[in-house]
C-alpha cells in the first residue's frame, strides 16, 4: 500500500489524542505520539505519508507483521460465525488454538488457561504456583518486566515497579546472570552461571524454602536488554526448583512464538517448567490474548478442586481464531526458520559490523529476531551512554540517536541506554540491510556527540 499524504486527518486525530486518551508511562503533557495512518507488513506510516521500517514489531508482537490478509480474513470469517461467546462453553476456535499451542510447548504443558494479555497471564500463573504449594513468596530477578498489573509489577525488576511496589507482595528479587555488567565479579559465562545460581540457591536458603512457592523468569529478558542465560542456568535453576519443591514459571510473553528462532525460548535450552506464560506472538497482537501453558502435575491439582479464577473474555473466539490463523501462517511460511536463519546470517553479522565501526557500541548479543545493542561513553569503563532510568536532559544522548533513526526512516526499539533490535519474523533480508543503514547512520551521531 502506498501511503497517502492527509495532514488534516492527521491533525484530527491528534487532536483528539490529546483531548482523550491517557496514555500509559507516560506524563500526559510531555509526549507528542505520532498519529499512524496506516501499517502494512514490517512498515508503518503516518499522515504526511512519511513510511518507517518497523525495527520494534509494536511492542515486539507483531510477529508476522502487520495485516497479514490471511489472519485478518480469519478474524473476518469469525466474526461473522460467532463474534463472541463465554468462556465455560466448548467453542471451536478456543479449542484449536489451545490444541495448536499446546503441540509446540514443551514437554508436558498440554492445558491451556486463556487470559486477556501477557500481565494477567502471570497474575494468574503464580496464583496457580501459590496454591499448588500452599506457600506464599515468589522469587524473580532485577532487569526483568513482567506486566503491569498489581502482582506482575510488583515481581517486574525495573523501576516501573517502584511507584506501585508497597513491599507486601511476598515478593524477594535476586540476581539473575549477565555477563556484561556482572554482579558477580566473574569473567567468564561460566562463572557467571556458577556464582548466578551459587546467589540464587543462597536466596532460597535464607527465604526459607518451605515458604518459597515459584521462582519466575523471563526465558530470555526482554525489555531488560534481551539478555540470553548463560549455558546451564536455566537448567541450573530447574534443579533448584526440584530440590526445594518450588514451581518454575518460565514468561515468554515476548520471547515466545518464533522470536528467537524457535517456537519458544525454552527450547534453547532443553528446560521444561512447569508453568509457561504467553501472549503478544501467539496471535501478532491482532486481537490481545494471553494464557498460560500449564503442566499435568499442576493441572492435576485443580482435577476435583476449583480453580478460583478466571476473566470474562478468557479464550475470547476472535482472538483464538487470530491465533489459529497466525501459527498456521507461522508454519505454512516458515517464520520460526526464518527468523532463525535470518538472525544467523544477517542480523547478528550485521550488528557486530556495526559495533566494530562505533565506538559507542559496548555488546550485542541475541538469537533470531531478537538482539540488544547497549550504547556507551566509554568502552573500557563500560559507562552507559545514559544513566539508569534516565529522563529529560540526562536521556538526552539516546534522544539523539533515536531521532537519528527516525530521520533515516527506521522506527527503533529504545531503552535505557539500548537500542532492540526485534523486527517482524517475516522481514525481509533487503528490509533488514535497510534497517542496518539506518541505524548505522543514528550511531554515528551517538559516536560524533556523546562518546568520550
Known amino acids: ?151 506482575a509489577v510488583n515481581v517486574t525488576g525495573d523501576p516501573r515497579r517502584w511507584a506501585s511496589d508497597s513491599a507486601t507482595a511476598g515478593v524477594v528479587h535476586f540476581w539473575a546472570p549477565f555477563l556484561y555488567r556482572s554482579r558477580f565479579y566473574a569473567e567468564t559465562e561460566e562463572q557467571e552461571c556458577a556464582r548466578a545460581l551459587e546467589h540464587l540457591e543462597t536466596t532460597i536458603a535464607f527465604e526459607g524454602p518451605s515458604t518459597v512457592a515459584a521462582i519466575i523468569l523471563e526465558t530470555i529478558p526482554g525489555t531488560a536488554g534481551v539478555m540470553p542465560p548463560p549455558p546451564g542456568y536455566l537448567a541450573g535453576v530447574r534443579a533448584l526448583c526440584d530440590k526445594y519443591g518450588i514451581v518454575l514459571v518460565l514468561d515468554e510473553v515476548m520471547a515466545g512464538f518464533g522470536r528467537t528462532g524457535t517456537w519458544f525460548a525454552a527450547d534453547l535450552y532443553d528446560v521444561v517448567p512447569d508453568l509457561m506464560t504467553f501472549a503478544k506472538g501467539v496471535n501478532s497482537g491482532y486481537v490481545p490474548l494471553g494464557g498460560v501453558a500449564i503442566s499435568a502435575e499442576i493441572a492435576a491439582t485443580f482435577a476435583t478442586r476449583a480453580y478460583p479464577g478466571g476473566l470474562t473474555y478468557s479464550g475470547h473466539p476472535l482472538a483464538c481464531a487470530a491465533a489459529v490463523a497466525t501459527i498456521n501462517v507461522m508454519e505454512e511460511e516458515g517464520l520460526v526458520e526464518n527468523a532463525a536463519s535470518l538472525g544467523a546470517s544477517v542480523v547478528g553479522p550485521g550488528l557486530r559490523e556495526l559495533a566494530e565501526r562505533h565506538p559507542s557500541v559496548g555488546e550485542v548479543r541475541g538469537t533470531g529476531m531478537f538482539w540488544a545493542v547497549e550504547l556507551v561513553r566509554d568502552r573500557e569503563t563500560r559507562e552507559p551512554l545514559v544513566p539508569y532510568n534516565a529522563s529529560g536532559e540526562a536521556n538526552a544522548p539516546m534522544a539523539a540517536f533515536a531521532a537519528a533513526a527516525k530521520k533515516a526512516g527506521l522506527w527503533p526499539f529504545v531503552n535505557m541506554n539500548r537500542t532492540h533490535v526485534v523486527p517482524p519474523l517475516n522481514t525481509g533480508e533487503a528490509e533488514l540491510k535497510e534497517g542496518l543503514a539506518a541505524l548505522d547512520a543514528a550511531l554515528s551521531v551517538a559516536d560524533d556527540e556523546h562518546v568520550r
Open 1 to 151: 500500500m502506498t501511503p497517502q499524504p492527509n495532514p488534516e486527518a492527521g491533525a484530527a486525530v491528534k487532536a483528539a489524542d490529546r483531548a482523550h486518551v491517557f496514555h500509559s508511562w507516560s506524563a500526559q503533557e510531555l509526549i507528542d505520539p505520532l498519529a499512524v495512518a496506516g501499517a502494512e507488513g514490517s512498515y508503518f506510516w503516518d499522515y504526511d505519508g512519511r513510511r518507517y521500517l518497523d525495527f520494534t514489531s509494536g511492542l515486539v508482537y507483531t510477529n508476522i507483521g502487520y495485516q497479514h490478509p490471511k489472519v485478518v480474513a480469519a478474524i473476518q470469517e469469525q466474526a461473522a460465525r460467532m463474534t463472541t461467546f463465554a468462556p465455560a462453553f466448548a467453542v471451536e476456535a478456543r479449542s484449536e488454538a489451545a490444541r495448536l499451542i499446546a503441540e509446540r510447548t514443551p514437554g508436558d504443558l498440554d492445558k491451556i488457561f486463556f487470559t486477556n494479555g501477557g500481565a494477567d497471564a502471570v497474575e494468574h500463573a503464580l496464583r496457580m504456583a501459590r496454591l499448588h504449594t500452599g506457600r506464599p513468596k515468589v522469587l524473580s530477578a532485577y532487569r526483568s518486566y513482567h506486566g503491569g498489573t498489581q502482582q
